[in-house]
């Protein structure tokens, strides 16, 4: 059995570059994808930036702000925001802290036909190549992609970020 550390203890003090008041810590790393946590102090960043794979941010805990394209909303723990592949996003807090999870999935390309590649254990992958991640849903470039329901559409303000 394999045990990885993240959380309080385990982060790295400087978060990933193109950010500010934040920590993380990767959980995994592989052909896959990769897994992380991350912990945005209150007023903190990451900068707005594209990425070539499908990702999900997944709030475990606060909350904040995040952008997809143009479109910025706000986020509470309990709610995954999808990234899309080469789509600018970033996401950042005001007064409060927010821990994520951020989950990339690689985006594994379809080899010729006739050509073959090492798959787990390096076994022979099949002629025909590999399947590819997940398309996201069809939408319009730049919005958000919520997977969980719409937030209250009134919020008094003592009741802290983000509603």
């Known amino acids: 059995m394999e045990i990885r550390r993240f959380g309080i203890g385990h982060r790295r003090a400087e978060g990933p570059a ?17 897994i992380s946590e991350l912990a945005l102090h209150a007023r903190a960043a990451i900068a707005p930036h594209s990425n070539p794979n499908p990702t999900y941010f ?15 909303t706000r ?25 994520a999870l951020v989950v990339e999935f690689a ?7 006739g050509d073959s590649a090492e798959g787990p254990g390096g076994q022979p992958l099949p002629a025909g190549g ?8 069809p939408r319009e470039e730049g919005s958000v992609t919520r997977l969980t329901p719409e937030p209250p559409a009134e919020r008094h303000s003592s009741e802290g970020e983000p509603w």
Not at 107 to 113: P, T
């Open 18 to 34: 193109g950010t500010h008041g934040v920590e993380g810590q990767p959980i995994h790393a592989g052909r896959e994808g990769a």
């Open 58 to 72: 997944l709030v475990i805990e606060g909350g904040g702000w995040v952008q997809v394209g143009d479109e910025r």
């Open 107 to 113: 985006v594994r390309l379809e080899l010729a036909a």
């Open 75 to 99: 986020v509470a723990a309990g709610e995954a925001v999808v990234w899309p592949p080469n789509v600018i996003h970033a996401a950042w807090t005001e007064e409060t802290p927010m821990r």
């Open 130 to 137: 590999l399947d590819r991640a997940p398309e996201p849903a």
